[in-house]
């Protein structure tokens, strides 16, 4: 498919540049103030179903399975349920316990990623009910789960998912919130889940509107071979989707790692040629994330931070619109979109057709 760039020069930056309308789209017509929940028309789950579930699986690959992590630890915060996300490709060949109590989720831009769709047919082989989590309207693993909830992203044409991604999981936001609702979560937490949620769009395009910063520190990252990126618990995923985004376009090797990691091996690594971006919230973590950059620092190593203010220990911090705690990855994720995009660019990379890359993976 072919679509107008809209005076972009590529389908990645054309993307970057619509969060604030996709995420419009996918709150709108699916809050309901009233009750401090969301409708959601698709999902054929009725609230005695919903309160009978112990836990939920989430399935994907790539990018949408690090989605799919941040809607995991939103159901479990918000809906109180065990979740968590596992990348469909491995579920499908370890032969998994299929528990009739448990809700799996597929979640797929495509909807036509051939591991994700083997999942959810062998689930329902075995009677497990699957919703979907999809983009692609009529797609695959739309048509074979028993429900779900659109993503509404709009079309993404760029080989690496960006609007997409945020759009998946502000989707799983909502059906967190949901479930939250029919269970335990209190009015006064909905409301403020739906105010922040209603802030999203705005706080999303302050974010862009920084984006002559990034450049330049891109500019100031581009010759790294290689580069760290950790967070902690809410900010791991986060750091994971980013350092996927920069292998894809920049061809830059990058790990991921869970802060608190580090010194369980990878500070090994940490040397003035392997700059490390943090992910560090304003939230209970802080302290943590700051000894954590401390350590970094105490072995030469390069820091980005992307805060909500001024880290003392970076070198450089990305400073994004603070949200409720619940929905801070949302935004933390978007600069670093941003920054794996002109990093490519002033490497001269094919962002919008990475090599050896395809849009969808619908073989095995
Ligand atoms: C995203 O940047 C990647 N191209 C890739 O990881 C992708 O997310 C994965 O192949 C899953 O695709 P899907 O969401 O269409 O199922």
């Not at 919903?50 to 939103?74: D, E, P, W």
């Not at 395009?205 to 330049?216: A, C, P, S, Y």
């Not at 392997?274 to 030469?300: H, Y």
């Not at 990305?318 to 002033?346: C, F, R, S």
């Amino acid at each position: 498919a072919s679509y107008d760039m809209g005076g972009h020069d590529t389908y990645m930056h054309k993307e970057i540049s619509e969060q604030a309308d996709a995420v419009d789209r996918v709150l709108r017509g699916r809050i309901d103030e009233k009750f401090s929940t969301v409708h959601l028309g698709g999902l054929n789950l009725d609230a005695r179903e919903a309160r009978g579930i112990r836990r939920v699986k989430i399935l994907g690959c790539g990018t949408s399975y690090h989605a799919g992590m941040i809607g995991a630890s939103l159901i479990e915060g918000l809906a109180r349920i065990p979740a968590d996300s596992e990348p469909a490709s491995e579920f499908r060949y370890r032969n998994p316990v299929v528990d009739p109590d448990t809700l799996y989720i597929a979640v797929s831009q495509s909807g036509e990623t051939y591991d994700v769709l083997a999942a959810v047919q062998e689930l329902k082989r075995k009677g497990a009910r699957v919703l979907g989590v999809v983009n692609v309207v009529g797609s695959a693993i739309a048509r074979e789960a028993d429900g779900g909830v659109y993503v509404h992203a709009g079309p993404e044409v760029c080989v690496v998912s960006t609007k997409c991604f945020t759009n998946t999981v502000v989707a799983f936001a909502l059906l967190a919130l949901h479930l939250g609702r029919i269970r335990d979560l209190s009015v006064a937490d909905g409301k403020r889940i739906i105010e922040g949620l209603r802030k999203l769009p705005g706080q999303i395009q302050e974010i862009l509107e920084g984006e002559e910063d990034i450049k330049k520190l891109a500019a100031e990252y581009a010759d790294a071979k290689s580069m760290m990126f950790i967070g902690r618990v809410r900010g791991y995923p986060v750091a994971l989707e980013a350092s996927l985004k920069l292998k894809e376009i920049s061809y830059i090797h990058a790990e991921a790692y869970p802060a608190s990691e580090l010194k369980h091996g990878p500070l090994a690594l940490i040397e003035p040629a392997m700059p490390t971006v943090a992910i560090v919230p304003n939230d209970s973590l802080l302290e943590k994330n700051r000894a954590a950059m401390e350590e970094i620092k105490a072995r030469s190593g390069k820091i980005l931070a992307v805060a909500h203010q001024v880290q003392e220990k970076a070198d450089h911090t990305i400073i994004v619109p603070k949200n409720e705690d619940e929905l801070d990855p949302i935004l933390m994720g978007i600069p670093l979109q941003l920054l794996a995009y002109h990093t490519a660019l002033a490497l001269g990379r094919d962002i919008d057709k990475p090599r050896n890359l395809a849009k969808s993976v619908t073989v095995e």
